[in-house]
């Protein structure tokens, strides 16, 4: 089976941008969860989604936001960049009772 | 609520060494325990999981950890280090949310270097 799958690598964003990244999770998947990674915060939750539906949802503020389609593929949107939004954003999919998640590479983005 | 501590944000051994990561956990209810790994410039790629059952868990790349539910431990090791185990390692906690899903809650990561 293929892997989890993030679009684009890589990402240079000016503040005051919006930005789009795409997750495509493994294959019969339907749980996509976001997470943010800096030096500064680790590893942070975003959002999960399942069904469409946002499940559950961190601590991050309304320029956060997301959706997943009918296929379970995902997409999480950030407006109004700021300098600390600069992080490497990864996707996870997971089935629904193991529990276990599964990673993509991530996409990495820089504010300027 | 859940919480993960690793101690020791480094971690250095020499090749052909026993590689020892701690972890300790904090959880409300039974727990889901996870390790993964992360090379420069990549995702997360898990490592081992506990779930249920047997508390000595076998993970890829020679790894295994033992769940510990008295002293609230999963520690990670390896009787034999090489250098490709050069990695940042991160425990983490999951349970399952009333409303469904599960959210992981990550440790803060401990870089291992492995020397010759």
Not at chain 1, 5 to 15: A, C, D, S
Not at chain 2, 86 to 91: G, I
Not at chain 2, 106 to 116: A, C, D, N, P, Y
Request: hydrophobic residues 30%; contains cysteine.
């Amino acid at each position: 089976k293929a892997g989890v799958t993030q679009t684009p690598r890589y990402l240079i964003k000016t503040r005051g941008q919006q930005v789009t990244l795409s997750c495509s999770p493994i294959s019969g998947h339907r749980s996509v969860s976001w997470y943010q990674q800096t030096p500064g915060q680790g590893l942070q939750f975003l959002f999960e989604y399942f069904s469409e539906t946002q499940r559950n949802k961190g601590n991050f503020p309304g320029r956060f936001s997301g959706r997943q389609f009918s296929n379970s593929r995902s997409e999480m949107n950030v407006s109004t960049l700021e300098l600390g939004d600069s992080a490497l954003y990864l996707c996870a999919s997971s089935l629904e009772r193991t529990g276990e998640q599964y990673f993509g590479p991530g996409t990495r983005l820089t504010v300027t | 609520a859940q919480s993960v501590t690793q101690l020791g944000s480094h971690v250095s051994v020499s090749e052909g060494a026993l590689v020892l990561l701690r972890c300790n956990y904090s959880s409300s209810v039974p727990p889901y325990l996870f390790w993964y790994v992360q090379y420069p410039n990549q995702g997360l790629q898990l490592l081992l999981k506990y779930t249920t059952g047997a508390t000595l868990v076998k993970g890829i790349n020679g790894f295994e950890a033992e769940f510990k539910k008295s002293e609230t431990s999963f520690h990670l090791t390896k009787p034999s280090a090489h250098m490709s185990d050069a990695a940042e390692y991160f425990c983490a906690v999951s349970a399952l949310l009333t409303g469904g899903g599960n959210k992981l809650t990550f440790g803060t990561g401990t870089q291992l270097k492995v020397e010759l």
